[in-house]
């Protein structure tokens, strides 16, 4: 099958609008024509099937977007002007509900009417496409392929493009959607006093982040003294279990300790049981009036109940000290595998020239497991940054105080979110919250891997 044949020299000029701009210059009637009638072109060079298509398609979208798309377009602005409202009925003599703009619904269908009019133009820059490629065969005297041939050749040339095609689509529906709504949140007043459809919402601007930032002393105090504890929290959180994970594999994985499957296999095995089975039982444990304290105070330790979970500094040492508890043997586990795959000569090597321990730890282990380990190092971080479970099950992010809005001294990012959109309802907020979240796990992460072994050393790992 001949290869489509670009409209000029230059193949770099056909990208985007020059594209298209060259290809009305050099097309004919029918391919030109293709730019207000989709599939005309094809339909006149006898590709029934496909330029029928084309015209299916733009017709179904010209319906939707009058019909549908528009009543949701029209107030995008506003995000609605007429709330539903109860009146009395006479004829009735009971009060009915009177219909009326759902802010919500405004914004989520405009969004995605916008998708569906970016996948539209995209469609209609491939019937443009497809009609000057029909166009150039025609010139060329080829003989126009096909519409089963066309299929033929999605089916295997292009079966990759086939192929992603549906899991393209979910991502844009249960992924770029929701993350554009969840934005676009943000800078309205979605809140507890502003719930559709009986009140409506509107746009703010970029009111919430002032207020998280500087407009509301409480917020800002709030955002600021949480975020700098959800960083110190997921430092310690990942580099305590990737550290205690690493030295517990060693010590297994060392020669002549026995048994070594059974060890394995006891940390499988913690690993099985639900982490939230063990944390609400730590919860209980550690409570004030748990078992620990009672047993404390019965072997003589403590004259007084420790306060694990309700202390500031008691709490926050308890929640890390737990985490490395439940998350050690998932770094055992993933350290094991790697430390079998280190070239034993380097240690035999090492200990020839005389290294101790310690000196094979940090230059030879520590190294080649840091390369190896840095996404597992990124992601692991970024989720203890948001990790919900192990703050909420044990503390719910208590102890509270009344200078943190709606928040405690153990809270994170995403757990004081999650309390502002189930607790308070007050969602435009914790949009705001989960922008910064993602711009910070986004950042770090691809300022910390670029700046790691495992991209500028690989070479040296080979």
């Known amino acids: 099958m001949p290869k489509f044949i670009p409209a000029g020299r230059d193949r770099q000029s056909f990208a985007g609008i020059r594209e298209i701009v060259n290809i009305f210059k050099q097309g004919d009637f029918a391919t030109r024509s293709s730019f207000l009638i989709m599939g005309f072109g094809c339909i006149k060079r006898k590709q029934y099937i496909k330029g029928l298509l084309y015209f299916l398609m733009q017709v179904a979208f010209i319906a939707y977007m009058l019909g549908f798309a528009n009543q949701y377009l029209s107030k995008i602005s506003t995000l609605g002007t007429e709330a539903m409202r109860r009146e009395w009925s006479e004829a009735r003599q009971i009060y009915v509900r009177t219909p009326g703009d759902n802010s919500m619904l405004i914004l989520l269908f405009s969004v995605m009417s916008i998708l569906l009019i970016i996948a539209f133009v995209f469609i209609w820059r491939a019937n443009i496409r497809s009609c ?4 150039q065969y025609e010139k060329l005297g080829k003989l126009q392929p096909t519409f089963k041939a066309e299929i033929k050749t999605l089916l295997n040339e292009r079966f990759h493009i086939t192929m992603l095609t549906v899991p393209s689509l979910m991502i844009v529906a249960f992924t770029i959607l929701p993350i554009i709504f969840m934005i676009l949140i943000a800078f309205t007043n979605f809140d507890a006093n502003h719930q559709p459809p009986g009140k409506l919402f509107t746009w ?24 700098g504890w959800t960083l110190i929290w997921a430092v310690f959180a990942t580099f305590t279990n990737y550290f205690f994970g690493m030295i517990l594999a060693i010590m297994i994985n060392k020669k002549g300790v026995r048994l070594k499957k059974m060890w394995r296999t006891i940390f499988v095995i913690t690993i099985a049981v639900p982490q939230f089975v063990s944390l609400m039982l730590m919860s209980q444990i550690l409570h004030d009036q748990g078992p620990l304290n009672m047993l404390l105070q019965k072997w003589g330790f403590i004259e007084s109940n420790i306060p694990f979970l309700t ?28 430390l079998m795959n280190i070239p034993a000569d380097l240690y035999e090597s090492a200990s020839i020239d005389g290294a101790s321990p310690a000196r094979m730890f940090f230059s030879i282990t520590l190294p080649y497991m840091l390369f190896v380990t840095t996404p597992y190092l990124i992601t692991s971080f970024v989720g203890n940054i948001n990790n919900f479970n192990v703050i909420y099950l044990l503390t719910k992010g208590g102890p509270l105080v009344t200078d943190y809005y709606q928040a405690g001294k153990t809270d994170l990012l995403v757990t004081w979110l999650y309390k502002l959109t189930v607790d308070k309802q007050n969602y435009s907020l914790a949009s705001t919250i989960g922008i910064f979240v993602f711009v910070i796990c986004a950042s770090l992460s691809l300022v910390v891997y670029n700046m790691s072994g495992s991209v500028k050393r690989e070479e040296e790992f080979q």
């Open 311 to 338: 202390d500031i500094t008691y709490a926050r040492i308890t929640v890390i000290i737990v985490n490395i508890w439940v998350g050690i043997p998932y770094t055992m586990l993933i350290t094991s595998g790697i």
């Open 132 to 135: 000057y490629k029909a166009q």
């Open 204 to 227: 703010v601007g970029f009111k919430n982040f002032t207020d998280v930032f500087w407009s509301d002393p409480l917020i800002s105090n709030t955002f600021g003294k949480i975020l």
